[in-house]
Nanobody, 123 residues
Framework: HVQLVESGGGSVQAGGALRLSCVASDRSSLFWAWFRQAPGQEREGVAVIAPDVGIDYSDSVKGRFTISQDNAKATVYLQMNSLKVEDTAMYYC????????????????????WGQGTQVTVS
């Protein structure tokens, strides 16, 4: 069982930046992703990274968010720049030890390990 702990959320003005971190209890995960969920909305995949596989982003954050990974620290980051009010949500880190097909890498049900979330509020 992989435990994930997110940090780095907070309140920022539109146009600002935040960096989220997700620390895992081990380095067994193959795929790492960031999801977000605003009140009353479905959980949305925003970025995914898998060593030797690649990186992908949702269209809503492409060009503004950057996902990266530090394998030595078992940590994944999400650098969020040019934040917009519509980026306001609870952000969750997710991981999978198994392979995920390309079409499902930003789909919540493809992941079986989740963090508790960190709130991002843009005003």
């Amino acid at each position: 069982h992989v435990q994930l702990v997110e940090s780095g959320g907070g309140s920022v003005q539109a146009g600002g930046a935040l960096r989220l971190s997700c620390v895992a209890s081990d380095r067994s995960s193959l795929f790492w992703a960031w999801f977000r969920q605003a009140p009353g909305q479905e959980r949305e995949g925003v970025a995914v990274i898998a060593p030797d596989v690649g990186i992908d982003y949702s269209d809503s954050v492409k060009g503004r968010f950057t996902i990266s990974q530090d394998n030595a620290k078992a940590t994944v980051y999400l650098q969020m720049n040019s934040l917009k009010v519509e980026d306001t949500a609870m952000y969750y880190c997710a991981a999978s030890r198994g392979y995920i097909a390309t079409s499902r890498r930003l789909v919540a049900t493809a992941y079986n390990y989740w963090g508790q979330g960190t709130q991002v509020t843009v005003s």
